[in-house]
């Protein structure tokens, strides 16, 4: 079974600095996907970035940008300029890409992520 | 952008009792999906639904819960006899499409507390 593992329970950054978040994972597939969600105070979960295993590049998305090491099966995410907006409870999350799981998500534990002015 | 809306935002009650959480996906959305979080968990899959069935369900999915679209805009959770364990934040989520990489639309959830 696959598992996801987020190592730092809380992180704190000062504002205009850059954070990474770190996240592991384990599997035996070899094609899957990998997700960062945000949830900030309000409680939505909002997608941040996602990669799929089978691309090399690392994906970005303006100030979001992830280190994917498939063989360390390591998914981390930095953030660059970091805002007071993107203080929240950071999740890293893993979703087969076969239909048997019917691609339900599998979830780390969370980091907190704290951002001082 | 389009939104998943859940209510109540914080439902409380009486373990023993039965508890109906509401979810209203993306209209446009066909699959429908249920997670929780216990407090200081991850967060759990407990069911996904598909044309008007269950596609999957996991093992905390078990006989004391139900899902249903009654209404072909609403998706409800149902929990008949509730648990001190059942207390947990409750997600909704849909997504257009069913492949790996489609983007789940998350409502802001539901904070379930049994006594």
């Known amino acids: 079974a696959q598992t996801v593992t987020q190592s730092q329970p809380e992180m704190s950054v000062q504002e205009a600095e850059t954070v990474t978040l770190s996240c592991t994972y384990d599997?035996?597939?070899?094609?899957?996907?990998l997700f960062w969600y945000k949830q900030p105070p309000s409680r939505q979960m909002i997608l941040v970035i996602r990669q799929e295993a089978y691309k090399q590049q690392n994906a970005t998305e303006n100030r979001f940008s992830v280190n994917f090491q498939k063989a360390a099966k390591s998914f981390s995410l930095k953030i660059s300029d970091s805002q007071l907006g993107d203080a929240a409870m950071y999740f890293c999350?893993?979703?087969?890409?076969?239909?048997?799981?019917?691609?339900?998500?599998?979830w780390g534990a969370g980091t907190k992520l704290i951002i001082k002015p | 952008e389009p939104e998943v809306t859940q209510t109540p935002s914080h439902q409380v009650t009486q373990m023993g009792q039965e508890v109906i959480l509401r979810c209203v996906p993306i209209?446009?959305?066909?699959?429908f999906y249920w997670y929780r979080q216990i407090l200081g968990q991850k967060v759990e899959f407990l069911v996904s639904?598909?044309?008007?069935?269950?596609?999957?369900k996991s093992e905390i999915f078990d006989d004391q819960f139900s899902v249903e679209r009654p209404d072909g805009s609403n998706f409800t959770l149902k929990i008949r006899s509730t648990k001190l364990e059942d207390s947990a934040m409750y997600f909704c989520a849909s997504s257009e499409i069913s492949i790996a990489d489609e983007k789940l639309f998350f409502g802001s959830g539901t904070q379930l507390s049994v006594l």
């Open positions: 599997t035996s597939e070899s094609d899957y996907y």
């Open positions: 209209s446009n959305h066909l699959y």
């Open positions: 639904f598909y044309n008007n069935e269950i596609s999957e």
């Open positions: 999350a893993y979703r087969s890409s076969t239909m048997d799981s019917n691609y339900q998500l599998i």
